[in-house]
């Protein structure tokens, strides 16, 4: 039998994530959430870019969650509306249904973040008997389980380092690159990111998501970063990036053990191939390396595409799909927040494209 899929969200995430769950061969879709009543009534299908399905989009949540369902892809965008995300993942939960969720991200490791927070979503999985797993690229797959495999072929290794290099002017989401990050803002302003303790706040989970897989006991977590105007406008599909705004960031947040970072997400993102050319250069357009450094010395890169040939909004498809392709594994896990310790792997099970198909 398959499971029943309610999505929640068709924004930059929630679209391809859709999309994934009506090609899941072990998945049905039966509800989907929208916040925009232009989206009110329309079939998911045609959200999809698909051939309708014959389930319509609905702004009534009181209805969806009455529903018989086993799980909810939760895709809303939270870094501006946590406690109110909150909120919605705990009468999900509560309804009984199982979530997916990339949208409130230090979650990838459920201890990290306080009771306010986590006690509302934990007492809600007890009385719903549900499980809450997040999950992306990053956070999420590309920083957490691609290290600790990884790491399984050590003989020892005296710091594991991820690195993102992504030029990010293809990515159309104004909200998080010019707002949240600060892209396109002067450099004495500062955005959300890089708020003191923001960065820690985003990747902390990460970091102590690897510390508990790997058995180390960090001291602290620290976070740095630095910024790089641009030196002529760019113009993006969000609008211009004008001389002398912010067109360069890069930051690391670092588990630190004896005074040393062992453990480092690093992220060296630019809206222009030109800024900042001292900085890491990508392989290729650009994603993600993991260093190993220890014996013996590895290091992995993964670079992604969507259809287009566009690298940034692959790794948006990225975190869909983790997300989808995990909802058998989390529907079958025991009730509670869960993190990628607690599940078996996950693969793509019945995802072949035949060609010509």
């Known amino acids: 039998m398959a499971i029943r899929v309610i999505q929640w969200s068709t924004g930059n995430v929630g679209h391809y994530a859709l ?7 072990e998945l049905e879709l039966v509800g989907l959430y929208v916040h925009s009543e232009k989206k009110a009534g329309r079939d998911a299908g045609e959200l999809a870019g ?4 014959g389930v319509l989009a609905t702004n009534d949540a009181d209805a969806l969650l009455a529903m018989d369902a086993d799980c909810v892809c939760y895709t809303a965008t939270a870094d501006l509306r946590p406690l109110e995300a909150v909120e919605d ?5 509560r309804s009984g249904k199982n979530v997916v969720s990339s949208s409130l991200v230090p979650l990838v490791h459920p201890k990290s973040l306080g009771p306010q927070f986590s006690d509302p979503l934990a007492e809600a999985a007890r009385e719903g008997g549900s499980s809450f797993f997040t999950s992306g690229i990053d956070p999420g797959f590309a920083n957490d389980v691609l290290p600790l495999v990884l790491s399984s072929m050590s003989e020892h290794f005296t710091q594991i380092r991820i690195q993102e290099i992504v030029n990010y002017a293809t990515y159309d989401q ?12 002067p450099l004495d302003h500062t955005p959300i990111i890089l708020a003191p303790g923001a960065l820690k706040f985003a990747w902390g989970g990460t970091i102590r998501l690897l510390a508990e897989g790997l058995g180390i006991e960090l001291d602290e977590i620290r976070e740095e970063f630095e910024r790089l105007p641009a030196a002529r406008d760019y113009e993006t599909p969000m609008g211009t990036i004008e001389k002398d705004t912010m067109a360069g960031l890069r930051f690391e947040v670092q588990g630190i053990v004896d005074g040393e970072p062992v453990l480092v997400v690093e992220h060296v993102t630019r809206m222009h191939d030109e800024v900042a050319p001292d900085w890491p250069q990508p392989e290729g357009e650009g994603g993600y390396k993991v260093f190993v450094e220890g014996v013996p010395r590895m290091v992995c890169s993964l670079e992604m595409e969507d259809e287009n040939g566009d690298h940034a909004n692959g790794g948006v498809v990225l975190t869909a ?22 599940l078996p792997l996950i693969a793509g099970k019945g995802l072949l494209a035949r060609r010509g198909a």
Do not use: Q
Request: aromatic share 2%; proline share 14%.
């Open 19 to 25: 999309r994934a769950i009506l090609n899941h061969p």
């Open 50 to 53: 698909r051939p309708p399905c």
């Open 321 to 342: 799909t983790r997300l989808v392709n995990a909802i058998p594994a989390v529907c079958a896990a025991e009730p509670g927040l869960i993190s990628p310790l607690d």
């Open 89 to 93: 993942l705990a009468r999900i939960l």
């Open 174 to 185: 104004p909200e998080v690159v010019l707002g949240t990050m600060g892209f396109g803002k």
